[in-house]
């Protein structure tokens, strides 16, 4: 009986024993083969990701300049626990920082996103090649420090900033849409750098390291199976003529306005320049956010790209347009005459300069005749077989717009706006239904009133008018190393008007450039000895005081090779201003040379941004 | 030559083998364990793995020694031993080094001795040497006071050098007295006890009040089949406790929910107490104490827990039962621990490819957390391996410890068992969030010379009496 209870007893301790282990299966079990939290939990402790970043892609000019190259710069990384008390004078004065800027640099750092003392956080941006040379002599003296590599944006000459843009940190709102940026990352923020961002960027890589506690790195994990290279940015090359920005960029000194340039055949545009300007070496490295502030707060806007942004009446180049429309609806022909005495008497009336009279068709482009223009829009719009007001207005804004008015062209560029042509219910709606007629528009005979175009969609009219009928949607890359470009930048748009009609046209403009002296030829300043320029002046009224002054062209006559628009704020006469410089823009292009020095000194010697002053 | 055959002969050569394999696989992984590309060689003395090497090769030569021994040294010694390691223990805790908070180290040249490893095998001894010592029986309260003595002498010095672990693994040898009589209701009891003490760490006064109510009500009707008079005693315990929260209400006497619960119960068995006396019913005495004893244990818990436990021993209760969470703090060990083992998954990482514990994510990688290294490496199927291998040890040593036909050598065996359950259980269960943290090393697989020898002195002495159990030699 004693001996049984004690044998009991004996199984009693096995059973503890065996209940107790069966516990600590189950649970080495559980935490093993069935909750994976643990495994990722592991990765986070000892993997560590390091991003390998690529350089971006270089930018060239159409022949091969290089406008955009990238320079190395350096990011100080630190490790808070492994950083020991150093001297923080010597560390600042190698850096060319000043001991404050150090101690509110370890600040900030330690209170980023994320931050851990046992990880990597970025404490300095940006540090010269010069400066970390001298950082990297003695960095084995201060503990807790590493490096990261980058590269940054070098420009070779101070040109077309708007046009390429500048590159900038990626902000939260990128990060959360898109999965590939992290903080910290570059981006494209304006100009190509923008458009163009997903061919420059490359594709960053990753290596995968693994550390130990202290977050010191152990050695490759996995031998580097999962390690990504770094692919570098494709490279592209533009449509830019870097000679012809550059001069375009002297011509405009000290004025505010536009030059576009594009070849009529393609839509290359060859030069794109929006003054003023600023040198795009401003918007890089650490000097960037001040420059930019100092920049945005300028009340010339430089970082304004009026080229595609800045919306201008389009004034008597308009009227090229209004010929047109009226020659293909069959309310005017060539050998349709309008006298002037001074202006169209109808209605509020609309003055007119002196000039011959009266005048054909051709004539009245040569001389720029407001009083024909008032008659061929109301014919237009009055035309009996529309019979509204209504109807004949949407005809002609049909037409106007299959000029590529009042929308995108869509250039390869972010923030292009697509100007303004009213709509009928715009009317209906400023004036009531029915209570407006084609003598209440009549400004748009000249140009005036509710238009508003770009720079661009000006030059892209006279590429229209160059190619008697169609266009090439305006762009600015020619090539992507590698890849092809849009397709839609092949397509020909052709416009509304049939492509006889503008022989007319490109005559009125030859005489209004090379007309016979005397003859009221409004742009002969514009001539050229042996190029024949075909040309148009405007004079753009605007409500921000002195009249622009506007100019738009193509040539040679025959074979054209160069559209070209120019405005000038606040200018004054589009001859006086806009065609000399289009002319030697287009002597330039076509010749490399200037015959005519003493008119490049005196544009390129005047201040106009006085007379700005003056009209306010 | 004679002796020698039959040393060999009746050597229990599955309990060695065990022990043999368990010590090389502790080495494997502590070689693993603190491996790295510096220092490759498994044979570099200025390594732990290099020191465990030299001392496995003299645990082997003690353990050779005490086959060779006369076995009639141990019971005739046993005191003398256990005399010498109180005053060692006493020493230590006056001249001893202090390694992480604990005054536990005698340093002899370069390295240190941990006395109370030892202290384990000389009070196994003693224990046994006193429980089979002639005419003694485990009965009445003068045994029970000579074996509260023998016990409570070297855990109290240990207490005193801050080492609440090792003092936690005499508690193991409850289950020698067990095997030697100790009622079974009292291993019971305590084993309640543990539930009540968890129970009030983590719920209200009251809940554990009503918890020890109703068992002592579930225990009533299981002894006495009274079903109407356990309804009574409750309903009579509710209309009590209801009287007195009205009353609390009324006259804002502002009681505790606590007392309420309280009060009620403490009357009726206190009535059960004095009806039980009047009526000579054993089992509502019974009863009835039990629920008094309980109350009061209850009632001190949450003193003793603030009281005598320290700061860490509270923190790391607390976290193993998710009263508090602190991963980065108290229960970074824990937290790494169980993130070291869990990433191991069903095979492993493979040998020498762990990360956790090889780049010192796991604190004590190599000595209390040695587990570590086995679960990332080896995966659930190499911790299944060694913690079977280690059951199956200790069972075949409570089958050594069993057969043994002298009284010394059997309570002996259940001693040797009983300290090493309990160093395994516990070490294991810490690493993966069973049992709060507690620095006792894992048998045979921590690092350290002291405890390596400690556990092969333990477990040879008992081979060397199961060697001469038909006879002495």
Partial sequence: MVLRAESSRRVVVSVIILLVFAAIVGKLFYIQVIDSSYKFSAANNVLRYITQYPARGLIFDRHGVPLVSNKPIFDILMVKRQVKPFDTLEFATMLELTVDQVRSAFKQATKQKGYSPRKAVVLLKQISAENFARFQEVMYKYQGFEIQPRTVRSYNSPIAAHLLGYVGEVDERHIKNNPYYQQGDYIGISGIERSYEHVLRGKKGVKIFMVDVHNRIKGSYDQGKFDTMAVPGKNITTTIDANLQEYGERLMQNKIGSIVAIEPKTGEVLAMISSPTYDPNLLVGRQRAANFRALKQDSLKPIFNRSIMALYPPGSTFKVVNALIGLQEGVVTPETRYACHGGYTVGRGVACHSHPSPTNLIQSIQVSCNTYYCHVFRNIIDKKEFGSVENGFSAWKRHVESFGFGNKLNIDLPHELKGIVPSVSFYDKYYRKGGWSSLTIISLAIGQGELSVTPLQMANLAATIANKGYYIAPHVVKSIEGDTINSVFREKHITSIDSKYFDYIIEGMDLAVNGDPGSGSTARIAALPDIRICGKTGTAQNPHGKDHSVFFAFAPKDDPKIAISVYVENAGFGATWAAPIASLMIEKYLKNTISKPWLEKYIMDANLLDRRAKAK | ?473
């Fill in chain 2, 1 to 473: 030559m004679q002796k020698r055959n039959n040393i060999l002969r009746n050597l229990d050569w599955a309990a060695t083998i065990l022990y043999v394999v368990l010590v090389l696989m502790g080495w494997l992984n502590i070689y693993a364990a603190v491996y790295s590309d510096e220092h490759r060689n498994i044979l570099d003395f200025s390594q732990r793995y290099g020191k465990q090497l030299v001392w496995i090769f003299f645990a082997f030569i003690m353990a050779i020694v005490i086959l060779f021994s006369n076995d009639r040294i141990y019971p005739a010694f046993a005191y003398i031993f256990y005399g010498i390691i109180l005053i060692t223990l006493i020493s230590t805790l006056l001249f001893g080094r202090v390694v992480n908070a604990s005054k536990s180290w005698i340093p002899i040249g370069s390295f240190g001795l941990q006395p109370a490893e030892f202290a384990k095998i000389a009070t196994a001894l003693a224990l046994a040497k006193l429980m089979s010592s002639y005419g003694f029986k485990l009965s009445g309260f003068w045994s029970y006071v000579k074996v509260g003595i023998v016990i409570g002498l070297p855990v109290g010095i240990i207490i005193l050098q801050n080492d609440t672990g090792s003092a936690l693994v005499f508690g193991s040898l409850v289950l020698v007295l067990y095997r030697e009589g100790l009622p079974a209701w009292i291993l019971s009891y305590l084993a309640f006890l543990v539930l009540v003490f968890i129970l009030t760490l983590v719920y209200s006064t009251s809940v554990v009040i009503a918890f020890i109510f109703a068992v002592a009500v579930i225990l009533f009707i299981l002894y006495t089949r009274q079903y109407r008079d356990a309804f009574r005693v409750s309903i009579g315990a509710l209309g009590i406790g209801l009287l007195l929260y009205i009353l609390s209400e009324f006259f804002q006497l502002k009681l505790s929910n606590g007392l309420i619960f309280l009060i009620p119960v403490l009357v009726a068995a206190i009535l059960g107490l004095l009806y039980a006396y009047k009526n000579r019913l054993k089992p509502v005495y019974v009863i009835s104490l039990f629920l008094i004893a309980t109350l009061g244990f209850s009632m001190s818990a949450d003193y003793v827990f603030e009281r005598v436990l320290d700061v860490h021993h509270q923190k790391r209760i607390n976290d193993l039962l998710g009263i508090e969470n602190d991963p980065l703090g108290w229960g970074y060990n824990v937290n790494q621990s169980k993130i070291a083992i869990g990433s191991g998954g069903l095979w492993g990482k493979g040998y020498l490819l762990g990360t956790q514990t090889k780049y010192n994510f796991v604190p004590e990688q190599s000595t209390d957390f040695i587990f570590c290294t086995v679960g990332e490496e080896w995966g659930f199927m190499g911790s299944l391996i060694v913690v079977m291998l280690i059951a199956l040890f200790l069972l075949r040593l409570l089958k050594i410890a069993e057969r043994q036909t002298e009284h010394f050598a059997r309570i002996y065996g259940y001693g040797v068992v009983s300290i090493l359950f309990l160093h395994a259980a516990v070490n294991v269960g810490m690493t993966i969030g069973l049992v709060p943290v507690i620095g006792i090393p894992l048998p045979f697989f921590s690092y350290g010379g002291s405890s390596l020898w400690a556990f092969t002195i333990l477990v040879f002495i008992l081979l060397r009496f199961d060697v001469s159990r038909y006879g002495a030699y």
